[in-house]
Structures are given as C-alpha cells and as structure tokens.
C-alpha cells in the first residue's frame, strides 16, 4: 500500500524548489547577459562587414557606413546609405537595438567620430580604431571590436607593423600637392596611347563646405576596365590620394592624370605603360608617397 505525502511533506518539497530556483536564477541571469553580450558584438561585426560589402558592390552609386549613438536607451547602432551619418538618406536606415543588459562602453576612432564609412573601390576606412561593449550590470565583461585601416573588422587587436617592411606599390599614392583643389572644375584622364581622354566634373563629388573631395569611377579603354578613385583627406592638408586597381596585371594603358583649374590643365600624376604601374609626380604633382 502507497504511502501519501501529509501537506508537511508537500510544503517542504516546495520549499526546496522555490530554493533551488532561486539559487539558480543568478546564474542563468550571468549566462543570458553573456550570451546577449557575445550576440551583440557579432552582430555589429556583421553590421560593418555589410556595410563594407555594400560599399564595395556600388550599391546605389553611394558609400554605407555604421553610426553608433551612446545618447539612446538602449544604445544603438545604424547601417545607412551616404557619405557621413549628418547628410544620409535616412529612408535606408536599419537600426540595430542593444540588448538592455548590453552598452557602448567606449568609441575611439580616428578622427573622433561615432561612425565608420568606407571607402568606394578599396573598401577601406578612415575612421578606424576600436569599440567596447560590455554588461551594465558587470562592466568588467567586455568585448573589443577592432577596425583596421585597411577595412578588416574583428574581435583582434591588428599588428602595426615598421613601415620599412611593409610592402608598398603605386596602386596607392598620395601627392602633396601644395595648394588646394577646392577651386578646380574638371578631373581629366588621358590615355595616349589609344588615345582617349575621359573627363570628370569635380562639382558632383564635393561635400556641402568644399572641404572634402571623393571621387572613383571606371573608364573602358580599349576594352579594359580602368578603375580609379581620388579623393582627398582634408582640402586644408594638400593632400591628394589617388587609387588604381591594376585589375589582374590588365591595367598597363599610360595614363596622364589632370586636374583642370581655371582652364589650365595641372599634371598631377603620369603612371607609365607597365604592369607595375610605375608613376611619376607631374609638375603640380608635388611630391608623392607610394602607400
């Protein structure tokens, strides 16, 4: 015959259940904070490396970067389409919410932004650096999101290696011109050889203040791909960057490179007919480093 439990025994069984939850319920509340933890730096590594490839497949002729706002509760992050956060077309906005139990710890970015842009072409960016999210309830669990020049993303502190080792070729070049393009009106290629020329109006890639310059395109000349892409990192600094990709060893057409100003044509940059791209400063090239 079955013994019965008497209402004692039920009350002390419940007892120790409501216990044992108890104890447990910390636990369980540390495990769903990391995993929300862990979650939310994947996702943002996700974000950018979308919004680099969105970039780099031209998507609407236009750059996407990721802007993080630490003024929101909970923090946030947004994927849009533009060339900085203030004069995106907000109709292409996605914003990413934070867990709560998850925030933004620390941005440090060159150039002291909350947003990451990448560059057309190359798919690099300039605002590179690091972010750190962590639990508010525990702010000494963290996770460092790392943002390399070169546009990698990842949960690894990048090496910076001597500038004497590091491999350098004239697909990336800047020029210190010594004076300004912000009065110029045409950006002009001209491939003698064949001989072409392809014109570009400068107008259309200023920002608002004229104080920024970026501009990549592609030309066919004798069908072959030419892609280039200038731009400038502060009209204030003289400083000109020109970008071309040598498209699997094709890219050996010469090419002289202009910027026309006040009808006068400046030579800026003249890469020779090779696949090494070999280039050489024009007379208003200034002076050149190879990157």
């Not at 995106?88 to 941005?107: A, G, Y």
């Not at 999101?145 to 350098?168: C, H, M, W």
């Not at 009808?263 to 090494?276: C, Q, R, S, T």
């Amino acid at each position: 015959m079955m013994k019965s439990f008497t209402l004692i025994e039920v009350l002390v069984i419940i007892g120790i259940m409501v216990i044992l939850m108890v104890l447990a319920l910390p636990a369980y509340r540390s495990f769903q904070n990391e995993l929300d933890l862990n979650n939310s730096t994947e996702e943002i590594i996700n974000t950018l490396r979308i919004a680099q490839n969105k970039t780099l497949a031209s998507e609407g002729a236009s750059q996407y970067g990721v802007y993080f706002d630490q003024t929101t509760s909970p923090h946030q992050y947004t994927l849009f389409k533009g060339n900085d956060y203030a004069s995106r077309n907000s109709s292409f906005d996605k914003i990413h919410k934070l867990p709560k139990s998850v925030e933004i710890s620390d941005i440090s970015l060159n150039g002291g932004e909350s947003e990451i842009i990448f560059d057309r072409i190359s798919g690099t960016t300039s605002q590179f650096g690091s972010l750190i999210i962590r639990l508010k309830d525990n702010p000494t669990k963290t996770k460092t999101v790392y943002i390399e020049n070169s546009g990698q993303v990842g949960l690894t502190s990048p090496s910076t290696p001597s500038d004497a080792a590091r491999i350098k070729d004239s697909r990336h070049v800047h020029f210190d011109l010594g004076w300004s393009i912000q009065s110029a009106t045409l950006l002009k290629f001209y491939f003698p050889d064949i001989p072409q020329t392809e014109q570009v109006d400068m107008a259309d890639y200023f920002n608002a203040d004229k104080t920024e310059f970026d501009w990549a395109g592609i030309f066919i000349v004798d069908g072959i791909d030419q892609t280039f892409q200038v731009h400038t990192h502060s009209l204030d600094t003289f400083n000109l960057c020109i970008h071309r990709d040598r498209n699997q060893g094709r890219t050996n057409q010469e090419v002289i490179i202009y910027i026309v100003e006040g009808g006068v044509d400046k030579e800026i940059a003249h890469y020779l007919a090779d696949v090494n791209d070999s280039v050489t400063e024009g007379p208003y090239g200034g002076t050149k480093e190879i990157q």
